[in-house]
């Protein structure tokens, strides 16, 4: 099994910038597909973005304003989110998968076998 732990999470205005963490207790390969998924309330969960073998891929709404990256060195996964909106608000989950993912199933929460718990991102208009 493998543990995920988010933190970053926070409240902010429109417009503002947050970083969330995701530490893994396992060291993260590049092969592994690493996901960030949010759900708000009252809403489906939906794929943020993920990483595999370099190529990264990002749902519409974030596109240009949302980051993601890993150090594999340091077991951690990041996503840097700028010009936040009120509509982003939602709880943040790390996922890990260890298979190969692409534009097909970036985004299907079964391709993802571990998740963590959570952090929470409220921004306020």
């Known amino acids: 099994q493998v543990a995920l732990v988010e933190s970053g999470g926070g409240s902010v205005q429109a417009g503002g910038s947050l970083r969330l963490s995701c530490e893994a207790d396992v060291y993260i390969y590049d092969s592994y597909c690493m996901g960030w998924f949010r759900r708000a309330p009252g809403k489906e969960r939906e794929g943020v973005a993920a990483?595999?073998?370099?190529?990264?891929y990002y749902a519409d709404s974030v596109k240009g304003r949302f980051t993601i990256s890993q150090d594999n060195g340091k077991s951690m996964l990041y996503l840097r989110m700028n010009s936040l909106k009120p509509e982003d608000t939602a709880m943040y989950y790390c996922?890990?998968?260890?298979?190969?993912?692409?534009?097909?199933?970036?985004?299907?929460?079964?391709?993802?076998?571990?998740w963590g718990h959570g952090t929470q991102v409220t921004v306020s208009s």
């Open positions: 990483i595999n073998n370099g190529r990264t």
């Open positions: 996922a890990l998968g260890m298979n190969y993912c692409y534009e097909g199933s970036w985004s299907s929460s079964g391709s993802f076998g571990y």
